[in-house]
Structures are given as C-alpha cells and as structure tokens.
C-alpha cells in the first residue's frame, strides 16, 4: 500500500491523497483541504498529514474519515516521520521564514500515536545552542538518532543528526562531486542505521553511513531519475521515489 499526495497545477484546494498498490494501480481517492507538507503512515494503517496554515495534524482512518489528530498552534506543522516506538515526530517552526531570533520556536516533538506529547528537541544539552534553523523533514534512525532536513535559507539546505539526549552528532552538506548546490527534500533510513536522502537538485539519492559518511549515490541522472523529492523505503527492499514530474520510481533497495 502506498499513499500518495497529489495536487493537480499546485491548487492546494484540489489536493487528494491516492492510495496505490504496488503495481500503481490507485485503489482509493481522498480529498482533503488545506495546505498539507507531509504525511505519515502508522503502524495501524490509518495516515496522518500535517496541515501547515491551519495549524494542525489530521487523521485519515482506512475508511476514509477524516478528523483533527493534534493541534499544533502557535506552531505550523511541516514534516512527520514514524517513531520507533510507533509514534511521530513532527517539525514545527513559529514562522514561515528562515530568520532566527532569540524568541523563535524551532524544533522537532516527539508524540505516542495517540497524540500525547513526551519529547521536545529544541536545545542542545546545555539548554541554550539551539539544535534547528527551519526543520523541514525528520526521520528516527534505528539507532534512536533523529535525522532532520534543516533549511539554513532559500538555498542552503543541510542535514543535522542528532543523538536522543539532544547531542549534535554531525551535519552533512553534501558531496562535492554534484554540480549544483545540494538540496535534500526526503530522508529515511534502513534497518542498518545508513541515511537515504533525495537530492532534488542534483537528480541522486545520497546514502550515508550513521556516522555521516558518505557511501555512495544510489541512483543518479544517469539513471533517468529526476527531481527527486520525496521517497519510502518498505521492508529494506523497496525504495519509492517521488519525483516533481508526478511519476513514482520504484527500486529494488539492495542493501
């Protein structure tokens, strides 16, 4: 099963989430409002999105209702990843803007998939370095390290890892060997700790080790691959890659 934003011309209003199987075949249409930035499916099989101007989580149910999962104000929720433990982690900014203040709120919770929150990443251990600059995407490695999307500014874009108890382990700016400047808009990991992120720019995904080094790119232009921007990896064996044509490139993830 795979769920699948789709908004015809970027219309926010006509958005509708498709779900395919895996030959691409859609086997259900929901339509929804608002302006979603990601989703995330739980381990129940029911979906939750995040929906950025109004300030909310909502809950798609198998059946196809729809309901208010979390509300985030002040806050606008951007990108949500499943928890270890089946919960979510959520990115959360007080402003559309990639400016920093001393008041501004910028980091990743951590909720129980009932909505209840346990953790804030926010701050360093010393309470006062600030861990995110515009946390975009975020993905739980299975070593329990938090890897998240950090946007710096329009064009500079980053990957910050960081431990459970709130250490920067390291930040990843990309390879020197892509033309164009690097910008990550996906993240996973697999079940060996490794860190997969798309590079819309550069047409690649980028695999690293969980230390941060890089591996390898595990696909590339040259392969017909375009515009990544979003992908799932299923299982450690089938890696989904949407693309800003529409098209949804499916690989056999060979670990």
């Not at 075949?25 to 979603?36: A, C, E, F, H, L």
């Not at 806050?75 to 982690?89: E, F, H, K, S, T």
């Not at 920067?168 to 808009?185: A, E, Q, W």
Request: proline share 2%; net charge negative.
């Amino acid at each position: 099963m795979l769920f699948v934003r789709n908004s015809p011309g970027f219309t926010v209003t006509t958005l509708n989430l498709l779900r395919m199987n895996d030959q691409g075949k859609v086997t259900k249409q929901i339509y929804i409002g608002g302006w979603t930035s990601s989703f995330v499916v739980l381990n129940s099989g029911d979906m939750v999105y995040t929906e950025f101007e109004g300030c909310t989580m909502q809950k798609v149910y198998k059946t196809g209702k729809v309901e208010e999962f979390w509300t985030t104000k002040p806050l606008m929720p951007l990108g949500v990843g499943l928890a270890l433990d089946g919960g979510l982690l959520v990115c959360l900014v007080d402003k559309d803007c990639y400016d920093v203040g001393d008041d501004s709120m910028r980091m990743v919770q951590h909720l129980t998939e009932e909505g209840q929150l346990t953790e804030t990443y926010e701050y360093a251990e010393d309470k006062e370095t600030r861990l995110f600059n515009f946390p975009y995407r975020v993905a739980e490695n299975f070593n329990t390290d938090i890897c998240v999307v950090d946007r710096q500014s329009k064009d500079v874009v980053i990957i910050k890892v960081v431990s459970f108890d709130r250490r920067l382990k390291f930040m990843y700016h990309g390879n020197t060997n892509t033309k164009d400047r690097f910008h990550p808009s996906g993240i996973v990991c697999d079940s060996y700790c490794r860190i997969i992120i798309t590079d819309f720019n550069n047409h690649c995904i980028h695999v690293l080790s969980e230390e941060g080094a890089f591996l390898k790119f595990l696909t590339t232009d040259n392969d017909g691959l375009k515009y990544p921007y979003c992908l799932s990896l299923y299982d450690d064996s089938r890696l989904w890659v949407g693309c800003k044509d529409g098209v949804i490139r499916v690989y056999d993830y060979i670990t």
